[in-house]
């Protein structure tokens, strides 16, 4: 998957697109939010290094941060349907933005839709 994509290029533009359009769109807000007292920069830095390894490239966020243990470290936020569907439409605009093949979107949305659905079942 990290090949096809295109490897760590293509993941850090996805990512930072996913939060340009997390900080400026106005239907963000609420997912804008959770991350109010966060340097996006990191956050930025840290999904970029997950990204890599879950799709199958170097495991960047192990080495950097250890396990990624997404569930506990999600904890701390408020995750609920609005922010998990408002999370899905950044990285669906995003993607479109990329250079990615429409196919491999595809295999990406459903399990980006996954671990979101994942992550905001806990306290919603
Ligand atoms: C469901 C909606 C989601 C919300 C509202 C959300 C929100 C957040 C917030 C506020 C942070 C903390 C950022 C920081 O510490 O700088 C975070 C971290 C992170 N998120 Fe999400 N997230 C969501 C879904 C996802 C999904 C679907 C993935 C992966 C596919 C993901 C991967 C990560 C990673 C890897 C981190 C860094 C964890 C760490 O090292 O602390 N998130 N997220």
Redesign the pocket.
Known sequence: MFDKIGGQIVIDKLVDDFYHIMRTDPEAQ??LA??AD???M??AA??K???SG?TGGPPV?LEK?GH?R?RM??F??S?GEA??R???MC?NKALKLSSIEPDVQVKLWE??KQ??????TKNS
């Open positions: 609420e997912c959770t991350h966060r340097d996006m990191e956050s840290k999904l290094a997950f990204l879950w966020y941060y990624p997404l470290r999600h701390p936020f995750i922010e998990a408002q999370w899905l990285m399990a980006f671990v979101a659905v994942m992550l905001s």
